[in-house]
């Protein structure tokens, strides 16, 4: 497999010099290439042949980093040209761009973990990484301007947790296996940034060159079938275009991107043969809603149903031209809130099947209950024609393309987490074995089960997938995760999704508003900008200014535990049973408010509205 020119000098090691002015980066892999200033009042960059000038007054601060994420602005200035850099793909020639300048934030990386390999080619997993200021300029800004600034840094602190991001100084991972090899040879000498797939690149707002190419799962193992030692590899790669929170990122938008798209790629090689199979996940493509509003279970409101066929047709037409052959196959329960939903799905789908794009409703709660995952196999016979049919990727030993895959399946239930990690396990497997089957790996009826170390290996890789995907939207670990892993539900499994539906809970209801918002300001789906005023985001009216859970919360208690004072000082005083009856109804009233506004209640995001 080949990758860029490598006269596209890729840095892996870089020192950076925290001067009281300025910020300098140092390439530190042994060359002499020019260093990069970024200054630390307006975030203007330049290129320098040496490192400042030290004194006792001017000490600069100094630390490894492996890599620039990229700048982010906050605070909107005047326009002009400046000399960019790109990290860790580092150009030669210094490229100009337009750029707003007053408050800008620098993202590097401070410390990495090689996970394993991609195509022969080291993975790194980001294990921390660091915002630094740019915004000595706003010491003499207004004060509105400096509150405003404040809040957003806030949001930063939150981004910068962010957990599940991957990279790679020397393959492209925004493109599948099959994709690489059937670049174009123009194409694979282009430095890396130029030819990422954009919907899988996640800073590409902060940097307009590619920097890291993100994915939010990577997972892999080695295991011996005999003689021959395979490595397997799965490696999922998030859509950009609609990124968001469980809650707060649902359904389609009106060109029909999907929240929580996510396409998974399992990779096997051995003997010099590398074999590839793609399935992806999304939200059902319609224009829907599930704001949360206190209760466990938020109604689903379908918006413009109207414009549901051209929606789900957009957004089918388009994996159609990325991936050949669709089968969707939707998991949703076919009554209930869901069961509206199913419908109207199905419904819109009726305009678009044909031979290349099909739907299958398989309704998993309904058949599989909450342990009988085997009767997946039920779902398994009605996709097996098609999953023969569109094949997968195949390179011989001497890198020539032997089979492509000409279709995928595409699979959701109402997170795309739990159900569909189960299903698309499976899809895998039965995959994987008839890859095993053509390189002469497995005998006719031989399966991974057959060989223990090898299935335990499988299902904890499907696992940890499952898990990852599901903490990067949900905030917690999959549901249904102990069949994935061990093969059959267990008692631990069971307590412990009742623990994560319950951490789902608290963090959609009280934390994913400002999770999602700090998401926003990265992916530059807000922006600021002279013209737009903080006001309508930050300040609050009316309920919306006093209302506070925690707060609420304590009073409730506290109204209870007076009324239980009350009630035992009844032998006392009979006026105690009419404080009791004060303090009770105080607090049910108070409950019933909150009940009654439970939207405003919740940590909801400030910044920015989809649009639809």
Known sequence: MEKADPAQKLYKRMRLWEFPDQYVIE?????????????????????IDEIPLCSSLRVPQIRTI???????????????????????????????????????????????????????????????????PCDHSLKNSPEEQKKMESEFSHLLNVAERTNGLYFSYDVNITLSAQRLHDLGDESKLLPLWRQADPRFLWNGYMLEVLIDNKVFCFQNFQAAVGKDILDVTLLARRCTRRTGTRMWRRGADSDGFVANFVESEQIVQLNGYTASFIQVRGSIPLLWDQIVDLTYKPKFEIVRPEEAPRVVERHFLDLRKKYGNVLAVDLVNKHGGEGRLCEKFGEAMQNVSSDDIRYLHFDFHKVCGHVHFERLSILYHQIEDF????????????????????????????????????????????????????????SAEEMIATHPNFDESFKI???????????????????????????????????????NALMRYYLNNFCDGTKQDAMDLLQGHYIVSVSRTIAPTTQKVGIQAIASFPLAFLVILTGFFFAIISIKRVQYNIWNVLFSLMWASMSLGIAAFVRANGRTFCNRPRLHQPRR
Not at 41 to 47: A, H, I, K
Not at 66 to 72: D, E
Not at 94 to 112: A, K, M, N, Q
Not at 405 to 434: H, P, W, Y
């Open 387 to 442: 999953l023969i049919k569109n094949r997968y990727f195949l390179l011989n030993e001497k890198g020539y393309k032997v089979e492509g895959q000409v279709g995928t399946v595409r699979t959701n239930c109402i997170d795309c987490l739990d159900r569909t990690n189960v299903t698309q396990s499976m899809i895998a497997r039965k995959m994987l074995e008839f890859q095993l089957r053509r390189l002469g790996i497995f």
């Open 66 to 132: 492996f890599g620039v994420i990229g700048m982010l602005k906050l605070v909107a200035g005047k326009l002009m040209d400046i000399q960019m850099f790109c990290f860790p793909v580092w150009c030669h020639e210094p490229c100009f761009i337009d750029i707003l300048y007053d408050g800008s934030y620098l993202f590097v990386i401070t410390e990495r973990e090689c996970v394993g390999s991609y195509l022969g080619y080291p993975i790194f997993k980001i294990k921390a990484m660091k915002v630094f």
């Open 461 to 499: 890789l499907w696992a940890n997938h499952g898990d990852d995907i599901s903490i990067q939207y949900s905030g917690t670990p999959a549901l249904k995760g102990d069949f994935v892993r061990f093969g059959h539900r267990t008692m631990l499994g069971i307590m412990k999704d009742g623990w």
């Open 27 to 47: 390439p530190t892999d042994g060359s002499s290439a020019s260093l990069l200033a970024i200054s630390c009042v307006d975030g203007s960059m330049n290129v």
